[in-house]
């Protein structure tokens, strides 16, 4: 009976993971949170009164800074542990 071939690389084995605990920093879910909140009432205060002061010079440019906040807080949802 013919002999086996025998294995001629190493099995593979994963590398071992760190057991620390990766935190976030403690300023990340307070302006996460704030973002949304400021964009959702940027936007709900654009449509109530869009004649107001300082709201009227963007015109429809309100959605696009609100919904920036928004996604800009979205982004920093992604980082937080």
Known sequence: MPKSNTRK?????PPQKSQQVKVSPRWLAP?????????ILWIAV?????????????GNWNLAVGFVLIIFGVVLSTRWR
């Open 46 to 58: 654009f449509y109530i009164k869009p004649d107001a002061p300082g709201l009227a010079a963007l």
């Open 9 to 13: 690389k190493a099995v593979y084995t």
């Open 31 to 39: 302006t996460m949170v704030t973002t949304w909140i400021i964009g």
